[in-house]
């Protein structure tokens, strides 16, 4: 393991969180190079820039979600 002191949970989980989603979905929207052959080279650069874009996103929006959350929800 890393070793990565649990106080820094929320940007390892930012950074696995947007790296999925933009994973899946860049790979969507790379489906139509599957016959040019050219699918990975287009799905890699669609991930790079998604994810450069929606990791910052993530970060900043996450503690407001959080609270968000807490405000539409109740206890059990």
């Known amino acids: 393991m890393l070793g990565i002191p649990r ?18 979905a860049s ?5 139509p190079f599957v016959s040019d052959q050219t699918f990975l080279e287009h799905w890699f650069g669609a ?11 993530v970060l900043f929006a996450a503690p407001l979600l959080r609270r968000l959350t807490l405000v539409l929800t109740t206890e059990d």
């Open 27 to 31: 790979m969507i929207a790379s489906v």
């Open 47 to 57: 991930w790079a820039a998604s994810w450069a874009v929606m990791l910052p996103v």
């Open 7 to 24: 106080r820094y949970s929320h940007f390892i989980y930012a950074v696995l969180q947007s790296g999925i989603t933009t994973s899946v």
